[in-house]
């Protein structure tokens, strides 16, 4: 039975609410480019893919740039374990993503946007395909869009090659471009050398969602909600140990002992903020407030209760990070196998308290020496659950003396 | 920026800010801070240029000179003050006022464990292996202490060694994934035959479907070994059958060298790139048992000679005969090049001159010509060729390359492996007395010498074009008879000649061939020189579209970047600083040689005099000088 939350169920105070498509766009094509940069700053958005970074200052850069071409980039390739909430957002609330793209448009003057979907949810592209129709045939998108003179925009969708590492945003680029799918070098950033090297806006599903409503109610309204450093709320896609997982929407600032409360989750052990990539949190951490100045995250929240094996736990989030690295840079290519192995000894009962130290002591290298922040986040599981479960991890069995 | 010339990934191209023309104008530099030192740099040098330029040691594995960034070993990593993450020294421009610091504990740190984890996977013995000793995995090792395996070492082979080509051995134990080979097959070469496959600790470097080097579009040009910074990378080494050929009594064995390898072995005895080391290499040879050294250059003189008399042939039917004949006339000496056209444009084999490259000129004429001479019979001649190539020794083993009735030339062996039999001998090369080459090739030009360096060919035939036709001397026209426009490292050079409406008698050589030179009055010679295949491809195309190459009359093509002095079996390290500073050392000793025109080489004379009677591009001349070639195509079955 599927006990997940439904659309009809679903509340919020910022992104599931009422809406009705073009109202932004409208309002947005009859502002100035800096005004609405302006409410968007205001607004103090933060990106919501999972690095954090202000969306207006991501913008400015690229309207500020100076290029012939420029291009949005919607990422909707959702690979982080245990997130789902771009996918609630895209099949139950395309108004929003859309329009947001179109207001990007708009202020960073690019004529094209590309929605780059994840292939496992190649099922709905043929709906979003009608619904970027319909959106055409009420002058949303193409020429003169919502009757402003010279603003001309379309949005393409294009299919993942199902690696998470396409979800880093220059890794998209090179998937888009029909490359390997791997990080480049940055600086320069996207915002400046992008996609086919001009100036391109890579924002996550949710960040552009957000931009629709800030632009239709403003940025004041948007930064009444949530905290001083993480406005607005946050979509949290809730997995694992708990009667009504699905998606949530949340001001940020909430604690993660409230959020089990509504997701309905008992006897919790281990609560893992941010996906695969994330930290683990152990219950005496429970008081701890959902915020990119707290426990940040991207969106996923998987509940652990006491009946699972925090080793286990572990051991699958490094087998995903040594299948997805994609193999480029030194730290993360090994590294992660190294940590894996580290597991598998723990597993055997047959380690050393020094060599797993070294191990951690390498995953702070991989966190900060890896190209790209896949390698920069894979370490994060492996510290902080043999920190947070390690009366749990290293000391059972032989009582913390075993090892050679 | 995106670089429509490239077909490296974009992920490995330089997405460095493009540097300002005028540094020195407002806006040019940036002030920066590398280990509280204030300097100033152009906008958008590296990070690693600036540490370098100011003598901070930056230890770096994935980089090399010659290519792309890749930013992938992390090796090179520096603290950038506000920066969450350490920073690629190497993949990071500089536009902001950055604060840098290059040796902190985190940064140290890295380092170590970096190094750790790729010598934790790495397979291999230094002591078993061809780059002990100039290895930049090894020697970081020693920069950084390592003195133990922190995180484990492999314990046995992951790979099976692929030592299908007669050129370059793939032994994949000991790679460690800077992908330098796959950027310089790509992108510095544009053959595309490396790239890298599979995820995570899975990946690897590979060939299309994984097949043998020696199935796949591989061009043998061995500029992959040159760049690899560890022993996973080879040329197939010949050297052991050698000495046995030495050892044993009944064989003779003979050496020609290049001039290319002369140019540059010293780098292996430690000396300063841009030490020819011509006659001192002759007493080495002599005394480690060759029985005859032979002087390649002496077939370049051969080469101009024949491979001149068909580019006039073909004028001559094109302009007067008005015959269908293939012109632009390609050069056919670098085997790499040959095999390229071969792969990618089989359709303009025509084109390619038929004259064999100087060693297998040498070769056909070592078991014919010299051993009637020698009176030896030539089943027992083993024929070696020193050679800067890796692509050579394919050469050799192509089985058309057989008109003596034995395989032509027997072994090519690389300037490296040279060193190594040198050394093995116990000679330090450089404290050699000088001897000269072996009769009856004696001495050569120096326009044979100048084959070494890219636009060399082009020049020495020019030399003896121009003096056939225009009856002057080449130093009447060309400062020194130095044609300057076809020198230089510029990736394509264009040259126009006019020859005037003065021509000269056809000279005795080729007389039955032209009856005279009034044809080419008023003509204006157009010919081009490429080297690296990255630019030949470039010429190709433009040839294909009809532009201005399509109307050259003659093209040089070399694989290598540099030509020969770069080639693939050239001591390593190489870049471009190093290829000129050999460049210098080819044209020096050719302005020191009292003949430097092919067609006045007297030995030269004398082979046509005694032994090719009815001189070049005759019936014998065609069955021991020249060859054919095979249309390869793209995809090999
Ligand atoms: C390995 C990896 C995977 C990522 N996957 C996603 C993803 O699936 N969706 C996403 O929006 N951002 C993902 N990101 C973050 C993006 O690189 C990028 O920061 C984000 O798309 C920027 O959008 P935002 O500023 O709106 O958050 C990923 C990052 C890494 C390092
Ligand atoms: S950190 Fe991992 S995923 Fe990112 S570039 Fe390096 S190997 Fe690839
Ligand atoms: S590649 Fe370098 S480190 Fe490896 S065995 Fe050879 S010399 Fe030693
Ligand atoms: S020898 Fe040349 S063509 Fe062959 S793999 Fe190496 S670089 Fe590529
Ligand atoms: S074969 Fe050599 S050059 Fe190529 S990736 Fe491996 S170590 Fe680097
Ligand atoms: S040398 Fe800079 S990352 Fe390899």
Known sequence: MNTEIKKTERQGAVLFTEYERGIAIKKAVSMNREDILYEIKMSKLKGRGGAGFPAS???????????????????ADEGEPGTFKDRVLLAEYPELVFDGMVIAGYVIGAKEGIVYLRGEYEYMLASLEDYLQAMRDENLLGKNIGGREGFDYDIEIRLGNGAYICGEETALIESLEGHRGEARNRPPFPVTTGF?????????????????????????????????????????????????????????????????????????????????????????????????????TGGSIMVFNESRDMLKVLKNFMEFFVEESCGQCTPCRIGNTKLLEGVEMIERNDFTFSYINKLKELGRTMQVASKCGLGQSSPNSFISILENFKDEILNKGNGGSNGK | MENKDRRAPVSQQPHVVAKPEHPEHIGGSVS????????????????????????????????????????????????????????AACAYPITDQIKIKTSTSMVRKARRHILDLMISEHYGECYSCVRNNNCELQSLAEEYGVDSYTFGHVQESQYKIDNSSFSVIRDMDKCVMCKRCVRTCIDLQEVGVLEAVNRGDDTTI??????????????????????????????????????????????????????????????????????????????????????????????????????????????????????????????????????????????????LSTAKSPQQMFGSLIKTFYADKAGVDPKDIVSVAVMPCSAKKFECNRPEMDDSGYQDVDFGLTTREMAKMIKEAGIHLPEMPKSHFDNPFGEASGAGLIFGATGGVMEAALRSVVEFVTGNKAEDIFDNANIVPVRGFEGIKYVELPIGDKVGPVPDLIKHLVPNWDWLKGATLKVAVAHGTANAKKIMEDIKAGGKFSECHFIEFMACPGGCLGGGGQPIPTNEEIRMKRAEAIYAEDESLEIRKSHENPHVIQVYNEFLKEGPCSHLSHKLLHTHYTKRGKYIA
Not at chain 2, 57 to 85: Q, S
């Open chain 1, 57 to 75: 200052t991501k913008w400015m850069l690229t309207a500020a740039a100076v290029s012939d071409k420029k291009y949005i980039v919607c990422n």
């Open chain 1, 196 to 296: 086919k090297g001009k100036p391109t806006v890579v924002n996550n599903v949710e960040t552009l969602a957000c931009v629709t409503k800030i632009v239709q109610n403003g940025g004041e309204w948007f930064r009444a909600h949530g905290t001083d450093k993480s406005t607005g709320s946050k979509l949290f896609s809730v997995s694992g140990d708990c009667k009504k997982p699905g998606v949530y929407e949340l001001p940020w600032g909430t604690k993660i002992s409230e959020l089990l409360k509504i997701v309905g989750a008992e006897n919790t052990k281990a609560v893992q903020v941010g996906g695969a990539s994330g930290h683990c949190l152990s219950k005496d951490q429970f008081d701890r407030t959902l915020a990119y100045e707290d426990a940040g």
């Open chain 2, 32 to 87: 920066i801070q590398i280990n509280e030192k204030k300097v100033t740099v152009p906008m958008g040098t590296t990070i690693l240029e600036a540490c370098r330029e100011n003598q901070i040691h930056i230890p770096t594995l994935c980089h090399h000179d010659d290519l792309c960034i890749a930013g992938v070993c992390r090796l090179c990593v520096v603290e950038v003050e506000g920066m969450r993450t350490l920073q």
């Open chain 2, 206 to 351: 590979s060939t299309f479907m994984d097949k043998d080097l020696a199935d796949v579009v591989c061009i043998n040009c061995g500029q992959c070994i040159n760049r690899c910074p560890v022993g996973a990378l080879h040329a197939n080494d010949p050297s052991d059958d050698i000495w046995n050929a030495i050892d044993d009594p009944n064989k003779h064995v003979v050496i020609q060298t290049a001039p290319s390898p002369r140019a540059a072995i010293g780098e292996e005895f430690g000396l300063e790139p841009g030490h020819s080391m011509t006659q001192e290499l002759n007493t080495a040879l002599k005394r480690i048992g060759f029985d005859r050294v032979f002087d390649t250059n002496f077939t370049a003189d051969l080469t101009i000679i024949e491979e001149g008399t068909e580019l006039i042939i073909r004028l001559y039917q094109a302009l007067v005969e008005k015959k269908e004949v293939s012109l632009p006339q390609f050069t056919s000496c670098s085997p790499g090049w040959v095999k390229y056209l071969e792969h990618f444009y089989p359709e303009y084999i025509p084109n």
